[in-house]
Structures are given as structure tokens and as C-alpha cells.
Nanobody, 124 residues
Framework: QVQVVESGGGSVQAGGSLRLSCTVS????????MGWFRQTPGKEREGVAA????????FYADSVKGRFTISRDKGENTVSLKMNSLKPEDTAMYYC?????????????????WGQGTQVTVSS
């Protein structure tokens, strides 16, 4: 059974930084894409960043480009999301997701496996 586990998150003041991590187990499971999504109450979940584990290609929402960086531990099904210059509008529940395929990296409908989410709160 595939499990997706997030860690990190928390509360920070505007301009600060946080790092989220995500691991998919078992690590031998054929995962090729992992991504981070976020959701606030009353809004749809949006894709924030994604990475292809094989090539290392990365993808970002316009709202986080230049501030967030996604990276992976090749062969370990583990990704991290470094979030810099955080803004109050980044406040949300952040979810890690994984799938075996590539393509449409920021589309939540393409992902099969999801974590429970970790809260990020940015105060002004």
C-alpha cells in the first residue's frame, strides 16, 4: 500500500522561510511525478510546484515562481519544497501528491496518491 507522508510546515512571519518534505513509501514503488498542492477554505486546491523524479524537470505556479523551489532525492521518492519570501496569501493547507505517470504536473486530477496535508500559516 502506497503511503504519502508530509513533514514541515508551521507558522512564520511574512518574508520568512519554511521547508516542507514528502516521502512516498515503499520507495521501490514506481513513482515518476510528485507535486505540492495547497488549499484554503472555500477555494479549490491549486498546484504549487511539481517535479519529475527521473529528469528533475520542475514546474511552478506563477504565484510562487522565484520564491519556491522543489527538489528531489533521486531514487528515494522524496521531495522537498523550500518556500522563501513567504506572504500571507501563501497561508494554506499544503498537500503532497504522487503518481506513476508524467504529464500535466500541476493538475490535481492526475495524481493518485495524496498525503494528509500540513498547515502553513504566514502572518503579516
Amino acid at each position: 500500500q502506497v503511503q504519502v507522508v508530509e513533514s514541515g510546515g508551521g507558522s512564520v512571519q511574512a518574508g520568512g522561510s519554511l521547508r516542507l518534505s514528502c516521502t512516498v513509501s515503499p520507495y521501490t514503488y514506481p513513482i515518476n511525478s510528485m507535486g505540492w498542492f495547497r488549499q484554503t477554505p472555500g477555494k479549490e486546491r491549486e498546484g504549487v510546484a511539481a517535479i519529475y523524479l527521473g529528469s528533475g524537470s520542475t514546474f511552478y505556479a506563477d504565484s510562487v515562481k522565484g520564491r519556491f523551489t522543489i527538489s528531489r532525492d533521486k531514487g528515494e521518492n522524496t521531495v522537498s519544497l523550500k518556500m522563501n519570501s513567504l506572504k500571507p496569501e501563501d497561508t494554506a493547507m499544503y498537500y503532497c501528491a504522487a503518481k506513476a505517470s508524467v504529464g500535466l504536473p500541476l493538475s490535481e486530477s492526475e495524481y493518485n496518491y495524496w498525503g494528509q496535508g500540513t498547515q502553513v500559516t504566514v502572518s503579516s
